[in-house]
């Protein structure tokens, strides 16, 4: 079965900068991940120490390395919470095996123009209940320090919960990706420059992007996206894999990932 991007996601992506398709992965498969994200999230935590010697902090907000991944912590001084763990999918073989599924990295081929893609970054957000918004931003800002093909980047996230404006979706301001890399704000902060100056923007149109568990966005590295509180008492997860040309390196890494079937 192929999952090429179709002509109408194609002039979407163009257009707007993103597209998704519903019901992508089942009810099985999501609690497998669920729980297997989970497990992650526990064993982070059994080697982490978030109020520690080790936590590096910017602008109040804690960051933390543990076992080969950069730990967010949650932005209230104190929280043991993760807000999300860059890069994720080593720490677990049914992780490492989502980022080779073909419903995840088809249709960016497409998308990107190349015959073969490999794994850029990984990410694991949690929105656990009452966590806090992210300001609008683009991703091309962040990667560019070390990446010199921002331009053939594309992202793939894959909601493991419902997301609407409840418990704090994404939301894309379409067509701002039309505009290449923007000004980010002027605030004084050393990651104010990363987050994105949507005044700005003439033409903004933010847009929601909601749906069900099992959905997959596709969106590209200079859109502008945020997300709000999450206001209920469940959590919202999501994985996020950026995708590249086959055969370059991973970021912060030498060497490109050899995908789980190729290796020895």
Request: with cysteine; hydrophobic share 35%; charged share 30%.
């Amino acid at each position: 079965m192929s999952h090429r991007a179709t002509p109408a996601e194609l002039e979407r992506f163009r257009e707007d900068g993103f597209f998704v398709r519903e019901a992508v992965f089942g009810p099985d498969e999501l609690d497998d991940l669920r729980a297997t994200v989970e497990r992650v999230n526990a064993k982070i935590q059994e080697g982490a120490d978030p109020t520690g010697a080790r936590v590096e902090r910017i602008d109040g907000k804690r960051y933390e390395r543990v076992l080969g991944s950069l730990i967010k912590w949650d932005w209230v001084e104190g929280s043991t919470g993760i807000r999300s763990m860059e890069p994720f999918h080593h720490l677990d073989p049914r992780l490492d095996e989502l980022v080779d599924d073909p419903r995840v990295w088809e249709p960016t081929l497409d998308l990107i123009g190349c015959d073969r893609v490999s794994l850029f970054t990984d990410k694991l957000n949690f929105k656990r209940p009452r966590g806090a918004p992210f300001p609008w931003h683009q991703d091309s800002p962040y990667w560019a320090f070390e990446c010199d093909h921002v331009d053939r980047l594309v992202s793939v996230g894959l909601y493991l919960d419902d997301a609407n404006g409840e418990n704090g979706c994404l939301w894309m301001m379409a067509g701002s990706h039309r505009h290449g890399f923007l000004s980010g704000q002027q605030t004084g902060e050393t990651l104010a420059a990363l987050y994105t100056d949507v005044n700005a923007l003439e033409d903004r149109r933010p847009v929601a992007v909601e749906g069900c568990a099992g959905t997959v966005l596709f969106f590209h590295a200079d859109i502008v996206h945020g997300s709000q509180p999450n206001r209920t008492q469940k959590s919202r997860r999501a994985v996020y894999f950026t995708y590249q040309p086959a055969g370059l390196p991973r970021w912060h890494y030498s060497e490109a990932r050899i995908p789980v079937a190729e290796r020895a």
